[in-house]
C-alpha cells in the first residue's frame, strides 16, 4: 500500500492563485518533501506544473508565469513505498469524455488494492502506483449524470483516509472523508476560498480561516459560492491524534487544538509524571521542542539547546534506508558542548519510532560531556503502524513493539526513559478521546485495510484447454 503523509492547498477565486497556491505550498512543506505540484484553471483550461523536491525546487518564476487564472489547486508529495517518479507526484490532470479533471488527495485508501484488482479486471489501466489514480478511474466509470455525483459515487466506495481536492468544470470541490483521519481547513482571502490541509497556509497566504471542513462534508466551491454537501454515511471522528503530537506545524490549529499549545501541555504532563534529577532541559528540535518547553516550566529546569539541528537536511525518514538514516541523523543533530559537557541532561523528544533518533543522540550527548541522559518521550510507546497515511514502518520496526520499556531503555542507553500514556495524551488535546484515532498507540484500528489478490501465477507450459 501507497503512504502517502501529502499537504492539499486550492484558491478559488484570485487571479493570483498559483502564486498563492506556490506559497500556501511552503507553508505546508513539512508534509511532504518529495514532489510538487499545482494545477491552475484559466479561460477553463487546466495547465500544470509538477516536479521532484521541494516546492522552491520545483517552481521558479517561467513556472508560475506558466500557470495564470483565478483557480489553482495545488499539492506537497510525501510517497514513500510507491518509490519516488514523477508520474506519482499529483495533482493528477486527466482528460476524459468531459473535458479535463484535475485531483489530489492527501491520506491512505484502505481498499485501494481490491478497488484497483476489480477495476484492471474490467480493463482499466494504470500507470502509476498511487491510490489517487483508482480514485479517477471510479469517477470515470461512474454512470452518474453530474460530476459531483459521480465524486460522491467514487468516494463512497473508497475507505480510509482522504482529504481530496479536484478542479473540474468551474467548480474545486474539497471533500474529506467520513472518520475525518486528516484535517482539511477552509478559509478566505477577500473574496476568494481557500482549502488547505493546515490553517498555517491560510494563514501564510494573509487569508482567514473560516472553519474546518467536517469529518464526511464535501464543499463545493464555484463563483456562486461555497455550497456544503453531507453525502456520506456518518462514521465515528477519528482525527490522527499524531497530527498534533507530530505531523502539523506546531502553528496550526488541527481537529480544534492549537498545536503547539497542546505539545507544551504534554511536556508540562510528563514533568509532572515522570521529573528527573538533573541540570538542564534539551528539545530534540524542532518537533520536540514545544513539549521541551512544557518540561521546562513544569520542573523549573532550565531548557537549553543542548542538540543543534542542521536545517539543510530534510526529516529523516526521507531516506529510504536504515543505512543513510543511520547517517541521517548524525547529519541532522550535532551535540553542543558547551551546554551538556558535565551536566545531568533530560531530553525530551515527541516520539521514538524505530529508535534510531533517540539511540544516536545519547550516544553523542554522551560523547560530549554529558554525565547523565534521561529521556522523556511526550506520546506513548508506539507499538503499531499507520493505515492512515503517517508514515510508519512495519510493526517489527517499531522499538516499543520488540521491547518492554526496561529493554529500551538499555538498548538506547539511557539513564531512565518515561513516556506519556493515552490518558496524558487526550487530556492535553482537550479531553474529548473518542474522536481521536490513536491505533498507533492502542491497536485500536477503525478500518482494517485490505489487501490486493495475490496474483496467481500461471505455468508458461501447462496443457490448457483454453489453448
Ligand atoms: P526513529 O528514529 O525511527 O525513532 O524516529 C523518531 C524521530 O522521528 C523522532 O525524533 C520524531 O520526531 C520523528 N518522527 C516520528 N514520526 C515520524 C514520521 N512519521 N515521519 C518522519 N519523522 C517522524
Not at 24 to 42: E, P, Y
Not at 189 to 214: L, P
Not at 232 to 252: G, H, L, N, T
Not at 314 to 325: A, S
Request: charged share 25%; net charge neutral.
Amino acid at each position: 500500500m501507497l503512504h502517502h503523509e501529502c499537504g492539499v492547498f486550492g484558491i478559488i477565486g484570485d487571479p493570483d492563485a498559483a502564486r498563492l497556491t506556490y506559497l500556501g505550498l511552503h507553508a505546508l512543506q513539512h508534509r511532504g518533501q518529495d514532489g510538487a505540484g499545482i494545477v491552475a484553471r484559466n479561460a477553463g483550461v487546466l495547465a500544470e506544473h509538477r516536479g521532484e523536491g521541494l516546492v522552491h525546487d520545483v517552481f521558479d518564476d517561467a513556472a508560475l508565469r506558466g500557470l495564470p487564472g483565478d483557480t489553482a489547486i495545488g499539492h506537497v508529495r510525501y510517497g514513500t513505498l510507491g518509490g519516488p517518479g514523477l508520474e506519482n507526484v499529483q495533482p493528477f490532470l486527466a482528460r476524459w469524455r468531459h473535458g479535463q479533471l484535475a485531483i489530489c488527495h492527501n491520506g491512505t485508501l484502505t481498499n485501494a488494492g481490491p478497488l484497483r484488482d476489480e477495476l484492471e479486471e474490467r480493463g482499466a489501466i494504470f500507470t502509476r502506483t498511487s491510490d489517487t489514480e483508482v480514485l479517477l478511474h471510479l469517477v470515470a466509470g461512474s454512470d452518474q449524470k453530474t460530476l459531483i455525483n459521480r465524486l460522491i459515487e467514487a468516494l463512497t466506495r473508497v475507505q480510509g483516509a482522504w482529504c481530496v481536492l479536484v478542479l473540474a468544470g468551474d467548480t474545486l470541490v474539497a471533500a474529506r472523508d467520513p472518520h475525518g483521519f486528516r484535517p482539511l481547513v477552509l478559509g478566505r482571502r477577500g473574496s476568494a476560498w481557500i482549502v488547505a490541509s493546515e490553517s498555517c497556509a491560510i494563514e501564510f497566504v494573509q487569508g482567514t480561516v473560516v472553519r474546518e471542513i467536517e469529518p464526511g462534508e464535501m464543499a463545493i466551491l464555484d463563483e456562486d459560492g461555497a455550497q456544503s454537501l453531507r453525502p456520506f454515511p456518518r462514521k465515528p471522528k477519528k482525527a490522527c491524534v499524531f497530527e498534533a503530537i507530530y505531523f502539523a506545524r506546531p502553528d496550526s490549529t488541527v481537529f480544534g487544538t492549537d498545536v503547539y499549545a497542546a505539545r507544551v501541555r504534554l511536556g508540562q504532563s510528563l514533568a509532572r509524571r515522570f521529573p528527573a534529577r538533573a541540570d538542564v532541559v534539551v528539545p530534540v528540535p524542532d518537533s520536540g521542542t514545544p513539549a521541551a518547553l512544557g518540561f521546562s516550566q513544569g520542573s523549573g529546569l532550565p531548557l537549553g539547546m543542548g542538540l543543534l539541528r542542521s536545517h539543510y537536511i530534510g526529516r529523516t525518514f526521507i531516506e529510504p534506508t536504515q543505512r543513510i538514516r543511520d547517517f541521517g541523523v548524525r547529519l541532522k543533530l550535532q551535540p553542543n558542548r558547551s551546554v551538556v559537557a558535565g551536566k545531568r541532561v533530560v531530553v525530551v523528544d515527541d516520539s521514538i519510532v524505530r529508535g534510531t533518533t533517540a539511540q544516536k543522540l545519547v550516544r553523542m550527548l554522551r560523547g560530549a560531556g554529558a554525565t547523565e541522559v534521561h529521556l522523556r518521550i511526550a506520546s506513548p510507546p508506539m507499538t503499531g503502524p499507520c493505515h492512515y497515511g503517517i508514515d510508519t514502518p512495519e510493526r517489527t520496526d517499531l522499538l516499543a513493539h520488540r521491547m518492554d520499556l526496561q529493554r529500551m531503555r538499555q538498548f538506547l542507553d539511557a539513564d531512565s526513559l518515561a513516556y506519556l500514556d493515552m490518558d496524558d495524551v487526550l487530556e492535553a488535546m482537550g479531553g474529548e478521546g473518542p474522536r481521536f484515532c490513536d491505533a498507533c498507540f492502542t491497536g485500536d484500528y477503525p478500518v482494517e485495510p485490505q489487501q490486493r489478490r495475490r496474483d496467481v501465477q500461471v505455468p508458461l507450459f501447462r496443457g490448457s484447454s483454453e489453448g
